[in-house]
């Protein structure tokens, strides 16, 4: 349990220095955003250290890494912290499911979280038979790279992917696939090898699109809509009414029942 308390401190410390340093590089990040940023990794130290402390937290739950703040600092928007679907929708976040379900869930991933992969081959699959074929819920996935650059390579890739309406093809191919951490498996290259395993994609406008970096903003967007609402690693779920209301979050790759009865508590009230 020290280990953990140290290693947290540690994170902290350095994502606050990686943020102060990208402050003094650029006056196109503005302060206010680097002090929101900064009270949110507090809050969630603060967070992590209470579950630590207290027993609670989850085995299937990858907390976040020092460069994952470098990532954050590169932004120079101000913060909008939004999570309501339609917001979502909009942005260009991947959705399945019914647009109109009475719930959302929102998942904030990284493709090379091995707890992640856990949610989408085990979970995931109950959840969407269960409430997102018979129109109870939706999903909407959001990037939450934290384990390297090689997640951000995916993040786009999969978002070239959700172009064409093949995110969720992509998704499930990419856990399927999962190598062992930055080892090679999530670069450019295997991104537009497995982007051959989809039926009806165009891979020419796939490949364009990630040799482009077309979504590196996006993906850089999402770091940041994560951090600044408090998240502390992969995977997380936000799960709400389709209005954005009762919002609830679990925090690590829960068994399905966790989900289920989050979900009929929501669909009851």
């Known amino acids: 349990m020290k280990n953990r308390i140290a290693f947290l401190h540690i994170s902290l410390a350095l994502t606050l220095l990686s943020l102060a340093l990208a402050y003094l590089q650029t006056s196109l990040y503005p302060l206010e955003t680097i002090i929101h940023i900064v009270k949110a990794a507090e809050t969630a130290e603060e967070r992590a250290h209470e579950r630590v402390e ?27 912290i939004n999570l309501s679907p339609q917001s979502l929708i909009r942005s260009g976040s991947p959705l399945q499911g019914n647009p109109a379900a009475p719930i959302t869930i929102v998942e904030f991933g990284d493709f090379q979280c091995e707890f992640c992969d856990r949610f989408a081959k085990v979970t995931e699959p109950k959840i969407n038979a269960t409430y997102i074929q018979t129109g109870k819920a939706n999903m909407i996935f959001k990037n939450f790279v934290t384990h390297g650059p090689d997640s951000i390579t ?25 190598g062992s951490e930055n080892s090679g498996w999530a670069n450019t290259y295997g991104m537009k090898k497995f982007a051959l395993q989809i039926p009806g994609l165009d891979i020419q406008k796939f490949n364009s699109c990630l040799d482009s970096s077309k979504y590196k903003l996006f993906v850089n967007k999402d770091n940041t809509l994560a951090i600044s609402s408090g998240f502390q690693g992969t995977p997380s779920f936000v799960i709400e009414r389709k209005d954005g209301s009762s919002r609830e ?21």
């Open 54 to 80: 207290s027993g609670t937290i989850q085995n299937g739950f990858s907390p976040v890494r020092p460069e994952q703040g470098k990532q954050v600092a590169k932004q120079s928007e101000k913060i909008a």
């Open 154 to 178: 995916a993040a786009m890739a999969a978002q070239c992917a959700n172009d064409q309406g093949k995110f969720w093809n992509f998704y499930q191919i990419l856990y399927k696939n999962q």
């Open 249 to 269: 979050t679990l925090l690590g790759a829960y068994p399905f029942p966790s989900f289920q009865a989050v979900i009929d508590k929501k669909l009851n009230e």
